[in-house]
């Protein structure tokens, strides 16, 4: 008898355990422990982005080889470093308590499917390694969020400008740009800069000539650092260099490549600048461009000094 008792015992015992074993699983399925990573995924293994504002505007992005593009903007180049950033931070980041878990609350929340700040979907090829929506603020550098296979809302510190939907936001800014050390030789229409042990120095310069390093350093800094504001329509842009260019230099690289830049006046207050080493219109500031137009050979030299008369 007494052995009977024993085994319905441990029956129940078991029974129990098993029940809240099934319970507690259940319930870290759903809801996930604090401080646990958000999302599990390896920021190497993603090979494209997508985010999808609340207004329903949305950015792609995709890796080709080892660059980001947005292929639905002429395949304009992407920040690698801004990406690479948010994929490091995603893939550590970690998961707050969780305030709800209603369908009411996750509108209220705005991490609804079809009421969101944002929706953000991280995929390889046709695989999903990360699908979730990101909501309201409720504190500085905070917001909440739910996983798309989730009912669970939680908090967790993404700031929101690192979502966004615009593709100038993306953009790799630097696409015109030259490195101080990569760039020894600037060619003008009517002037040559050479990068000496000494310096920039103008080809051809007489011995009684000066250098106006003022002027050649303010021309060597707006012409290496031109910064991109968009990439723009081909079929839109083209046509504006069929005749003389606005403006036109080749920038020549300790690699003994030469890049050719050719200018032209945007339909508005910008320039439309073609690179010789890519298939693309940049559009840039017109403020530095029409610096460099202004630039003679005079303007890189001293003021040649006027000779006092001889006393008697």
Do not use: C
Request: aromatic letters at 8%; charged letters at 25%; proline letters at 4%.
């Amino acid at each position: 008898m007494k052995n009977l008792i024993a085994a319905a015992m441990l029956l129940l015992l078991l029974q129990i355990g098993l029940s809240l074993f099934f319970h507690i699983g259940r319930k870290g399925v759903e809801t996930g422990a604090p401080d646990s990573l958000f999302l599990d995924f390896a920021p190497d293994a993603v090979h494209s982005i997508k985010i999808t504002d609340g207004e329903g505007k949305n950015v792609l992005l995709v890796k080709e080889k080892e660059t980001w593009i947005v292929p639905a903007h002429f395949s304009a180049p992407v920040d690698a470093n801004k990406v690479e950033a948010l994929l490091d931070n995603l893939a550590g980041m970690k998961q707050g308590l969780v305030v709800a878990t209603s369908v009411e609350a996750a509108k209220r929340f705005k991490v609804d499917s079809e009421s969101f700040e944002n929706h953000v979907l991280l995929r390889r090829a046709e695989q999903t390694l990360a699908d979730f929506y990101v909501g309201t603020s409720p504190a500085f550098r905070q917001v909440y969020a739910r996983r798309a296979e989730s009912k669970a809302i939680i908090t967790i510190p993404l700031p929101g400008f690192e979502l966004e939907s615009g593709v100038d936001k993306w953009l790799d800014t630097s696409l015109a740009m030259q490195k101080d050390d990569d760039l020894v030789g600037l060619i003008f229409d009517t002037f040559t800069l050479k990068k000496e042990a000494d310096g920039w120095q103008l080809e051809g310069r007489k011995d009684d000539e000066q250098i106006n390093r003022q002027e050649v350093d303010a021309l060597v800094t707006r012409a290496r650092g031109l910064v991109v504001q968009d990439v723009l329509d081909p079929a839109a842009v083209s046509g504006l260099f069929t005749g003389q260019p606005l403006l036109h230099f080749t920038a020549v690289r300790k690699d003994k490549k030469l890049v050719e830049y050719l200018f032209a006046q945007g339909q508005g207050d910008f320039s439309v600048l073609k690179l010789s080493d890519r298939d693309l219109y940049l559009k840039v500031q017109t403020l530095p461009v029409e610096a460099l137009r202004k630039v003679t050979r005079e303007k890189l030299l001293e003021p040649a000094q006027s000779e006092e008369p001889s006393v008697e």
